[in-house]
């Protein structure tokens, strides 16, 4: 899961972000408003490049996202509305991010198939940097350590398919 803040003028908005198991292409996406009310919603993305989304709701309706990347967060307009959007440093429930970057659980954010494997079990490994690539959508995305360690274990092989969630690295403190 991801959690993002949009912000359109001074209101400002926690999006939770989950893919759906086994269906690369769907999401949930949790909205809190700032009185407190959430709602949820699942949405099919039709077509992404790295400028534009098409995705459809689940009353049918299709919703052209422009998005434009700035320094510290991203723009989206969607419906005529821009939206400065940011990720969160914090979990659900506004508990810190990040259970799984003390515990060196590294997970595929989206279903995909492993283009390579830049890092092994034993290869020392610095916070950010890409311990393997996973294409997604005809993208090729970047699956980054969490934190400085080192590769404990990891099951994957090029050309493999990977679920949204699946567990693709254990990292280790180094010693």
């Known amino acids: 899961m991801r959690t993002f ?10 999006l939770r972000v989950r893919p759906v198991p ?7 996406v949790e909205v809190r408003r700032p009185d407190g009310t959430e709602e949820s919603h699942k949405i099919q993305v039709l077509s992404r490049t ?23 967060s991203v723009l989206v307009n969607c419906n005529g509305r821009t939206y400065r959007v940011r990720i969160s440093k914090k979990g659900p429930a506004g508990q810190p991010a990040g259970d799984e970057q003390s515990s060196g659980t590294v997970r595929a954010d989206m279903a995909g198939k492993v283009v390579a494997i830049l890092k092994r079990p034993g290869d020392g490994v610095e916070a950010g940097e890409a311990l393997a690539i996973l294409e997604a ?4 995305n970047p699956i980054k ?28 403190p180094e010693s």
Do not use: C
């Not at 086994?22 to 949930?28: C, D, E, G, R, V």
């Open 50 to 72: 790295s400028e534009r989304w098409t995705v459809v709701l689940e009353d049918d309706r299709i919703l052209d996202v422009v998005v434009s990347p700035l320094a510290d």
């Open 145 to 172: 350590a969490p934190r400085k360690g080192r590769i404990k274990e990891s099951n994957l092989s090029e050309g493999q398919l990977v679920a949204a969630g699946q567990v693709l690295f254990e990292l280790e």
């Open 5 to 14: 803040i949009a912000s359109s003028g001074a209101t400002s908005y926690e």
């Open 137 to 140: 959508m005809k993208m090729q």
């Open 22 to 28: 086994h269906a690369s292409h769907l999401f949930t």
